[in-house]
């Protein structure tokens, strides 16, 4: 399908295209012209990924300035889904035009995804792929190899070099996989070519990490311009990834092998300083310079990671009293020996971190500058020692990191030492949380260097608290409703059980038998009328063991396993993925099966129960966060002190995203159906926190409403969706083909075209009373105040009675 | 210089090399390196050390060996001269690092220059660099060049008197400064927290408050809630009809909807308004609890009683204190209430009068109570206007 926006040529891969996905593109169109931000949510399961990919590869092609596009995703497989519909993408465009474009799209993961080696690659864990990789590929250890000495290269990653460095991989869409395949055909890593051909790239699809945390951010997504587009889709967490990049907890335990870290520092200090003492003294001079010169910094190499620091600083040389090796290590020693000190407090304490500096400095004589400048002395100092088994000090660094992270930022951190894991723990296992509390911190360089950023997802409401939350202005701000032919979805919100008394998982009541007995009938019925596959979410996985036990004893499981297979989820991964397995399995041979899970668990957010996978989502309890966890109270604080967010909207908020969530797992697209069912007191009062597109499906009657209603309404649901439905009775109302587009646009520019001409006829009109005005003195421009009348009226009979 | 090692202190120093001098280090488990003692047997052992060696025992030990004046160390080849009142707990599980800081502490004190002092910001770090390589011959050198170090020490400490001072001033001044502004930013968070509990509660209060003013203006169905329906309502008609009628109209309304609101338990019905509804009866006032007296009250009205107790008479001292009356149950009060209503019982009842009523008949026994409450009522008034 072939169309223009305005005055841009739009190449759609499909034949027909959704209403809401034009839309989508026209508001998309804005935001790249006016060069600004926008929040997006789009109901899904109406193909946002390729709405978005064409419109940008379209726009990227038609203007001179080739913006680049990096679209982040969240999880390996949402990588893997769009570099796939980019690929659809662009063989569509080739086949249009009639030629191939000058065009490069690349995923980059991590190298435990992409990594070659033979011996690397078996490894288990991320970390230690990362770890041997660097130890083959270091800058150090080519120079050695040069000098004839005898090291372990990798011999993927030193083809590279032989090749033109902006040409390292043809012109094309490269998958994952392919793009493995291309490495191992010519024997160069695939990681690194990803990475070095980022610059040269059209679109880069990668996860949030390389761009949100400000570790890898530096070294991935430093050379990348200012012009470029970022989008980040599924964004609906996305202030919790930022502030998970950048708190950590420091254990015991790590401060333990940190301390090692630092004696083995000191080891091969003094055995470099004996042996090669010119390479330290080397070090040494390039520090009194300044801290850039010290091994040209961040190269895509560097051992270690380095958290955001202020340009200002970078710029800046190291203190003199952390310029010597020793004494940085000596220094580093003291700072742990520090905080292991403060480790053995038996009580609770939240501290800010300049009152942390404070005391600091009065029991150990650390400044703060110093301090600032931790984690990039220990990444210089650590090439300079031509460390290999970087894993070792990863300990340390972490110390260097929240050192650094401590003594950088007064506002927007809290350290919280929590002594015992729980209020009922007899033996103290001390964790001190440095945490971040706002949002805005981590993803600030994002909008300061890029012009246009793009946050979108299927359940993004309300849209004003993510400009709110994370700090930035909008130019556009949408959320679609979803055009459908017949009513696909039901959702419902049930408050009563089937004996009038009022549902709640709030603390008071949620473990009454009446309550408990309540969902325990509504899963029951579900379960009976239900075809195929249910999915039920829970709060907590603590409740939902209560509450599973509870109906054990009450036989409702034995009710149920008469209609379904029962699966749980599990916190553990493998269990869950075998779980889901047998769920699958059990919906297609007809058995049927309910999946009992948690909203804010790993199967809420990234599994689809698409078709016969869901057809009903049971929502037990509004997911509320749990609140006595004393840092998501602290950052209540900051929300309410910082951006005037109070803690039971934010709560709320948060509560209800990972409902919608929820809710969006069994819809993903027009020809699919399911029913929603929310089943709390509570949730009646919530109805307008829900995505904009589930709250238009949501009618009246069908909220605060019983178990055997809903249960008559779900049934009258499915037999409705049980009666033929063909494409052709969506054609024009919730699917357009190329003859509706036109004939929207048309009526769309005839609008336009009448409200101009009204505007004019008003301008006229004004012009002409203006001209009145000066010429007759008294008269008044009444146009202005003929609307008025009607409600002075309502205001005059106001008074009167 | 402290000894390299020791013969006691093997079990504490297991697990836990120190690099600095060589100085035992705490462990978890700990054992007083001096008395064996270990903190499984008391649980509140505390331990301490001096600054001259460094050397930690238990808080016991140094009582014992302490308190009577000064003493040598236990360790062996330690031949400090101790003192009691020297002994502290340390700050840091590991003693060399312990050390160390005494030691800076008392460079800082010398060396307390800060960077508005020098030209250039390479001139500040050569000296930052100079006073942290002097920081490490004290902590770290040969004792020689411990020695030597002391002694640039010292004589810095003479020639830049003025300036140290003048820092240290300055220092003072800052910290305070730190200190109150830190404890001033807690302050306002704090003021700012309960302002934002005041906040919601009386928010929360306000919203129940108006529920509540919404339910009883429905209730008494009058002047508040209905008039706001009504008001409502003229809205909804306004341009339809000239004012006048609008009023009436709006009454009319105004009254139906207090009957209706009153008759459907005050629920959100006021702000509906539903043509062609029946005119319904005004539903009677709602029931109190039940009185099975009919509202006659027994508090005398011909006489009234002392207060219990008070009453005091010799000529009724027989039956207060005579022992032939007395019996479990009996009050005096009561005797005397009881005599009392006795005496003025039939009082006020015209029998004639009675007897017209009584012909009448069906009345039920709670009407009968209310008349002759009334005639009670009436009576009373009668025997006031003779008084
Ligand atoms: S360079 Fe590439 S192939 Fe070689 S170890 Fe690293 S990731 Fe693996
Ligand atoms: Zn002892
Ligand atoms: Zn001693």
Known sequence: MEFNIDELPVLFPYPRIYPEQYAYMCDLKKTLDAGGHCVLEMPSGTGKTVTLLSLIVAYQQYYPEHRKLIYCSRTMSEIEKALAELKALMKFRTERLGYEEEFRGLGLTSRKNLCLHPSVKREKSGAVVDARCRSLTAGFVKEKKERGEDVDVCIYHDNLDNLEPHNLIPNGVWTLDGLLRYGEQHKQCPYFTARRMMQFCNVIIYSYHYLLDPKIAERVSKDLSKDCIVVFDEAHNIDNVCIESLSTDITEDSLRRATRGAQNLEAKINQMRDSDQKKLQDEYEKLVEGLRGAGEGRQEDAFMANPALPDDLLKEAVPGNIRRAEHFVAFLKRFIEY????????????????????????????????????????????????????????????????????????????????????????????????????????????????????????????????PKMLGFTTVVQESYSMTLARRSFLPMIVTRGSDQAAISTSFQVRNEPSVVRNYGNLLTEFARITPDGMVVFFPSYLYMESIISMWQGMGILDEVWKYKLI????????????????????????????????????????????????????????????????????????????????ENDFLSFDAMRHAA????????????????????????????????????????????????????????????????????????????????????????????????????????????????????????????????????????????? | MPPKSSSFGAGARAGTSSSGGGLPALSSDDMCPVCKTIRYLNKDMEFLIHPDCYHSMCSNCVNRLFNDGPNQCPYAGCHKTLRRKGFRAPFFGDLSVEREV????????????????????????????????????????????????????????????????????????????????????????????????????????ERVRSREAELDSMQTGEAGGGGGGGQRVQLKRRGQVNKNTADAAANMIQDKNAAAAAGADGLGVGRLSIRGLKEKKRPPPPEGPYDPFGGLDFIPSRYTLEPKGTLNHPALDHWRLDQGHITG?????????????????????????EKELGGQTGLSAGQVATIGGGIGAVGDKMELDAS
């Open chain 1, 339 to 466: 905080l292991k000190t403060r480790m053995k407090v038996r009580q609770v304490i939240s501290e800010t971190p300049p009152s942390f500096l404070s005391h600091l400095k009065e029991y150990t004589f650390i400044e703060k500058k110093p301090l600032r400048f931790c984690s990039e002395r220990l990444t210089s100092l650590v090439r300079t020692l031509e460390l290999t088994n970087i894993e070792d000090y990863q300990p340390l660094q972490q110390v260097a990191t929240f050192a650094t992270l401590v003594a950088t930022y007064e506002k927007g951190f809290l350290l919280i030492l929590e002594p015992y894991e729980s209020d009922t723990a007899e033996v103290p296992n001390p964790v001190l949380h440095f945490t971040c509390l706002d949002a805005a911190i981590a993803i600030k360089p994002v909008f300061d260097r890029f012009s246009s950023v793009v946050i979108t997802s299927g359940t993004i409401s309300p849209l004003e608290m993510y």
């Open chain 1, 567 to 646: 699966l749980v989820e599990t916190p553990d991964a493998q269990e869950t993925s075998l779980a889901l397995e047998t769920y699958r399995t059990a919906c297609c041979k007809g058995r049927g099966a309910v999946f009992l899970c948690v909203a804010r668990g790993k199967v809420s957010e990234g599994i689809d129960f698409d078709h016969h996978y869901g057809r009903t989502v049971l929502c037990i309890g509004v997911p509320f966060q749990y609140t006595e966890s004393r840092i998501l109270k602290a950052r209540l604080e900051f929300l309410r002190e910082t951006y005037r967010i109070r």
């Open chain 1, 661 to 801: 969530q929820c809710l969006g797992r069994v819809l993903r697209g027009k020809d699919d159906y399911g029913i929603m069912v929310l089943a709390d007191r509570r949730f009646q009062k919530k109805r307008n926190q829900l995505p904009n597109w589930i709250n238009q499906a949501l009618l009246d009657a069908d909220v605060g409403i019983s178990t055997d209603m809903a249960v008559s309404s779900a049934r009258r649901f499915f037999k409705q969706m049980g009666q033929p439905f063909r494409t052709k009775d969506q054609e024009g109302v919730s699917i357009w083909t190329l003859e509706h587009l036109k004939a929207y646009q048309e009526k769309k520019a005839e609008e336009t075209i009448r409200e101009l001409q009204a505007q004019q006829n008003q301008r006229q009109l004004m012009d002409a009373q203006a001209n009145g005005n000066a010429n007759g003195g008294a008269g008044r421009g009444d146009s202005d105040y003929e609307m008025d009348d009607d409600d002075e009226a309502e205001l005059m009979a106001l008074d009167h009675h």
């Open chain 2, 102 to 205: 005494d030691i800076r502490r008392r460079v800082a004190a010398v060396f307390n220059q800060v960077e508005d002092d020098f030209e250039t910001l390479l001139d500040y770090n050569n000296y930052l660099q100079m006073v942290e390589d002097l920081t490490f011959e004290l902590v770290h050198g040969t004792d020689q060049k411990r020695q030597q170090a002391e002694a640039q020490l010292q004589a810095w400490e003479a020639e830049h008197k003025a300036d140290i001072e003048r820092n240290r001033r300055a220092g003072r001044e800052a910290d305070d400064l730190q200190r109150r502004r830190i404890a001033a930013e807690r302050d306002a968070a704090r003021q700012r927290r309960i302002e934002a509990i005041k906040e919601a509660e009386e928010e929360k209060r």
């Open chain 2, 329 to 353: 149950g009996y009050s005096f009060d009561e005797y005397i209430s009881r005599a009392m209503f006795d005496a003025f019982a039939g009082l006020g009842v015209f029998i004639e009068d």
